[in-house]
């Protein structure tokens, strides 16, 4: 192999997934220089898995969160240090386990650069096929780039960035969240953002009462009981079969899906099971956790062919299968453990957690007046934002996403994140295909679906490796 110098842009769970395919695959050799970037903080477990709150728990059990498959995986590591082996383990535990097996993977080759530092500008230059990476006032020279930012900022719906007591970003909560209970608290959002932010409030301050508001007041299902699912009509093999011309029509995918639902013995009445009535709504999941449970593995066994076939939608396939079903999909995709949600039932129970939704406006002239479209208004000290990030990149997107943006390196994929190919190559409107720059992450959501989980994000982190090993051969 020529000498070929790396650049990974972001050392969360995606880079070092990349990072540990390309030094484990069988074309591998130490020809390859490859740098990784991010901040020390960030440096192996990214935004998710920080140091942060011990009560911010990973929403999928223990022994199925997975860095690859080599040894220790991340349940022997905690026991090997001493860690009990909860279902529900802390994020931060996980981040610990990512950064020892960064640091593992450093200390076995020497051709591993790990740099404390974020990239603040990337050009490329077409005639020698190279980029030019800016950092402290520095200009590294790469041949291939990994782009692995994670997700793109907070979206602000009211526009309060910049508000005194608005906080833009709750994470890490421990630094970001209030610790005194005095001032009245409401929480932009109910999703699983929010959801942290309430069990550390409750749980680790003096905080009494927390208000959280939104749109339609509806959180993320409870999990239930794990049911083995073997697909056998929504397979790889059916699905392709499905694709003429570069396309497949949601019509045949529902049809094989709803098939799929029929075979599993899940009633598709699930997915229309919520009331708006949030706390009902969890209480039912909690009451009813084999279907449920059923309901969601289904739903997971199938998410890596639909991330797989998302990219064959047509345009308004797309764009129907987002408004129309991806809603469905989503409540039942990432689900809250069911000890999280019955700590949550006893607060609304207790008058501790009021979840109010329809809110319209919030008026940042005296506090925070926050008002509903049915005419009730909340006047709150601090407001938390806990919405979740945008998907949608900016050209004034600050960092390195505004400025490939700005040198049309990459263009902004209307369903959300950059223009990828089918390999993750970015597409740039002024060079075309960029054969040696691939985007894993966040930054792919519209063409990658729910492709976020560890596990999808190792399984295209695999492919990528693969896909760089045979352009380079
Ligand atoms: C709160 C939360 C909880 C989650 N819980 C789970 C879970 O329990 N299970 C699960 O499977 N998934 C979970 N996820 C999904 C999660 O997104 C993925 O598991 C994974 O952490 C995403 O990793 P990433 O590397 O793509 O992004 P990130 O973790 O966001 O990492 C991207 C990194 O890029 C760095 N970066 C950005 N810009 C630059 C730059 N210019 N130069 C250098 N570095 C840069 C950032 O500092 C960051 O560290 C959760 C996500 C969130 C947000």
Redesign the pocket.
């Known amino acids: 192999m020529t000498h070929q110098r790396i650049a990974i842009?972001?050392?969360?769970?995606?880079?070092i997934s990349l990072l540990d395919h390309l030094v484990s695959n069988s074309e591998y050799d130490e020809s390859l220089e490859i740098d990784i970037?991010?901040?020390r903080s960030?440096m192996g477990n990214?935004?998710?898995?920080q140091e942060d709150s011990m009560h911010l728990l990973?929403?999928?059990p223990t022994p199925d969160?997975a860095f690859g498959d080599k040894a220790p995986n991340f349940e022997s590591w905690l026991q090997s240090n001493g860690y009990a082996t909860d279902t529900y383990t802390s994020?931060s535990l996980f981040g610990r386990y990512l950064r020892s097996r960064l640091d593992h993977i450093c200390a076995s080759y020497k051709n591993i650069e790990v740099r404390y530092a974020?990239?603040e500008d990337l050009q490329y230059d077409s005639s020698t096929r190279c980029f030019a990476l800016y950092s402290e006032g520095q200009k590294k020279v790469y041949t291939h780039v990994f782009l692995?930012?994670?997700?793109l900022e907070y979206s602000d719906p009211y526009n309060l960035k910049g508000i005194t007591n608005y906080i833009f970003d709750p994470y890490p909560v421990t630094d970001n969240l209030p610790r005194s209970g005095e001032k009245a608290i409401g929480i932009l959002g109910c999703g699983?953002?929010a959801i942290?932010c309430i069990r550390y409030l409750l749980l680790e301050t003096d905080t009494q009462e927390v208000h959280a508001f939104s749109r339609s007041g509806e959180m993320p299902s409870v999990r239930g009981t794990y049911s083995e699912i073997t697909l056998q009509f929504f397979t790889s093999e059916r699905l392709h079969k499905l694709v003429h011309n570069d396309e497949i029509s949601l019509l045949e995918l529902k049809a094989l899906f709803v098939r799929e639902l029929a075979h599993q013995g899940v009633d598709w009445r699930l997915f229309f099971r919520r009331t708006g009535n949030t706390r009902q709504d969890l209480q039912y999941d909690l009451e009813h956790p084999e279907a449920v449970g059923k309901l969601q593995y289904l739903i997971s066994a199938a998410n890596p062919l639909f991330s797989d076939i998302f990219q064959y939608l047509s345009h308004s396939d797309k764009s129907e299968f987002l408004s129309k079903y991806h809603p469905l999909i989503e409540e039942n995709h990432s689900p809250m453990p069911a000890p999280v949600a019955e700590g949550l039932v006893e607060w609304m129970d207790s008058g501790k957690l009021r979840i109010i939704e329809n809110i319209n406006n919030i008026d940042a002239s005296d506090g925070f007046d926050v008002s509903t479209a049915d005419g009730w208004q909340f006047n709150m000290d601090i407001i938390i934002n806990a919405t979740g990030p945008s998907v949608k990149v900016q050209k004034d997107d600050g960092?390195?996403i505004g400025s490939i943006l700005e040198h049309f390196l990459a263009s902004p994929d209307e369903f959300g994140g950059l223009l990828v190919d089918q390999n993750h190559h970015i597409i740039s409107a002024r060079t075309g295909t960029v054969r040696e720059m691939f985007v894993?992450?966040?930054l792919t959501y519209g063409s990658n679906y729910l492709s976020?989980?560890?596990h999808l994000?190792n399984r295209s982190a695999e492919k990528i490796v693969k896909q760089f090993y045979a352009q380079t051969k």
């Open positions: 842009v972001g050392g969360g769970f995606s880079g970037y991010d901040k960030m990214g935004h998710a898995y990973l929403n999928i969160m994020r974020m990239i692995t930012v994670g997700q699983l953002s942290d960092g390195v894993l992450g966040a976020q989980s560890v994000l």
